[in-house]
């Protein structure tokens, strides 16, 4: 392990989910703290700082897999928030949900697409 992908991994995790990430990580730390650690390495540390793709364009695949895969509301949430954090606007995001209709069916894409509406909601200023 090096410690130079935790530190990566964690300013990435910061720039993308801001303090939605850092709840999953603290989260952890009193049941599993090494799936908190590798969780910032590897998907952070690792794949989101290659070369290749954007980090919007990590976002709208992350989004559509969750999405597809249809029983992960919680880090689906967290990755929509993150989403809209990387600079896709909320008609981008609710074209990949859409999208998904078609490849995941309905009943993932409705899903996915209630989940935003919480998102928006949470993220209003009071």
């Not at 990590?58 to 989004?63: F, K, S």
Request: charge should be negative; include cysteine.
């Amino acid at each position: 392990m090096s410690n130079s992908r935790f530190t990566l991994g964690l300013e990435q995790l910061s720039k993308i989910d801001g303090e939605a990430g850092h709840n999953v990580i603290e989260s952890l730390q009193d049941i599993c703290p090494d799936l908190a650690r590798f969780t910032i390495e590897y998907p952070f540390g690792d794949i989101y700082t290659r070369p290749g793709l954007d980090v919007k364009s990590r976002e709208i695949a992350t989004v559509a897999a969750l999405t597809a895969l249809g029983n992960c509301k919680p880090q689906l949430k967290v990755h929509l928030s993150a989403a809209l954090n990387v600079g896709c606007s909320e008609e981008e995001v609710k074209e990949v949900l859409l999208q998904m209709s078609v490849y995941a069916g309905f009943p993932a894409a409705l899903n996915a697409m209630f989940a935003f509406k919480e998102v928006l909601q949470e993220r209003k200023p009071e």
